[in-house]
């Protein structure tokens, strides 16, 4: 089955600096891969997500990008700010079926100090 | 915006008792999952759920679990004896409503804290 690894576990920037969380995924049929934001107390919520048949996608100071041989894609936050502190999720989703579950990485902390 | 609501918000129960998990998913979307994350841990996959039956489950999902949708709302995971192991955030996730092109995209409730005694 799919397995997906996130790194770093924790990472601290100081307030308008970017910061960048890696994931890496082992099942090549993967062909959706979701971000979510999860805020203490919190469901995970959707931010940005990109298909295979895409390389880079952006969306304001979020972006994400997708290196399919490789078989890693990263989240880009850029000019961050303190609101953007939470834990962050990277997921991948096997196109063979509809039915599409999610298998995430473990979570990067992020903290962003003023 | 519509989202997914879950009840209740925190559980406490006793090892071995039946607990039930409520989800009203958004209006109209057709997929249903429930998830669960034990502290520090990454989320996991436990069901999905369409056309009123299960589409798939993970070894997770043994015989003490269930899932049911018994009305046009609500979307329920039952946990039938429940083990301290069981402990964990679980969360109900929906998606796709019919003539709209976001078929991926899944959306969380903000999850019930089950806590077994």
């Known amino acids: 089955g799919e397995n997906v690894e996130q790194h770093p576990s924790t990472l601290s920037v100081q307030e308008g600096d970017s910061a960048v969380i890696k994931c890496t995924y082992s099942?090549?049929?993967?062909?959706?891969f979701p971000w979510y934001k999860q805020e203490l107390g919190k469901g995970p919520q959707l931010i940005i997500d990109?298909?295979?048949?895409?390389g880079e996608k952006k969306d304001q100071r979020i972006a994400v990008t997708l290196n399919k041989t490789a078989k890693h894609f990263s989240l880009h936050i850029t000019e961050t700010q303190p609101e953007d502190s939470a834990v962050y999720f990277c997921?991948?989703?096997?196109?063979?079926?509809?039915?599409?579950?999610?298998?995430f990485g473990a979570g990067t902390q992020v903290v962003v100090t003023p | 915006e519509p989202e997914v609501t879950q009840t209740p918000s925190h559980q406490v129960t006793q090892m071995g008792q039946e607990v039930i998990l409520r989800c009203v998913p958004i209006?109209?979307?057709?997929?249903f999952y429930w998830y669960r994350q034990i502290l520090g841990q990454k989320v996991e996959f436990l069901v999905s759920?369409?056309?009123?039956?299960?589409?798939?489950k993970s070894e997770i999902f043994d015989d003490q679990f269930s899932v049911e949708r018994p009305d046009g709302s609500n979307f329920t995971l039952k946990i039938r004896s429940t083990k301290l192991e069981d402990s964990a955030m679980y969360f109900c996730?929906?998606?796709?409503?019919?003539?709209?092109?976001?078929?991926?995209?899944?959306?969380f409730g903000p999850g019930t804290r089950l806590t077994v005694l």
């Open positions: 996730a929906s998606k796709w409503k019919v003539g709209t092109s976001g078929i991926k995209e899944q959306f």
């Open positions: 997921a991948a989703s096997s196109g063979t079926d509809s039915w599409g579950k999610l298998q």
């Open positions: 099942d090549s049929a993967s062909n959706y």
């Open positions: 759920f369409y056309n009123n039956e299960i589409s798939e």
């Open positions: 209006s109209n979307h057709l997929y």
């Open positions: 990109i298909r295979s048949n895409v």
